[in-house]
């Protein structure tokens, strides 16, 4: 990519960023979201090569010419931010918000873990089963066992 500033051309080599690039990102941008910008994009950049000949670091690189090329490299990567298009049924605002694809992941994967270990208790107070033998089962199976117990204790308040 070619990238002309204060009469300067950069000529810039990079290569869009990876999850492992994102993660080393994320850990650092709590405490300095300009630093995380910045190691995104020491990490990112390839080579860069001013119109002389000469060649510099990615953190050399002017604000302007690192704006150009992370609005390049998200025009690369449309699908890397996802947007949600809204609209509030009350009112009718219309609004875009982001969608973080890391963070709803997480949190089905958490959701997914305490219904696992909700199983896992009911199934072991009941049947006095290990938790290894529990989690030996497929969930098909647990899901049955559990279905039954169910039946049981909906059977036994109701009598």
Known sequence: ??????GTIYRVRFRLPTGADQEAAVSVILDDPAGAAAL??????????VENGDERPAMALPSSVARALSQ???????QAELLLDLTCPSC????SVPFDTAEYFFREV???Q???YREVHLL????HWSEAEIMAMTGAKRRLYLGLLSEGLNGARGQ
């Open 72 to 78: 390049r490299m998200a025009d690369l990567d449309p």
């Open 92 to 95: 009718g605002t219309a609004s």
């Open 124 to 127: 072991a107070f009941h049947y």
């Open 1 to 6: 990519m070619t990238i002309a500033d204060n």
């Open 40 to 49: 995104l994009l020491q990490r990112c950049v390839e080579r860069v090569v």
């Open 110 to 112: 958490s959701g997914q």
């Open 114 to 116: 305490q219904h696992l």
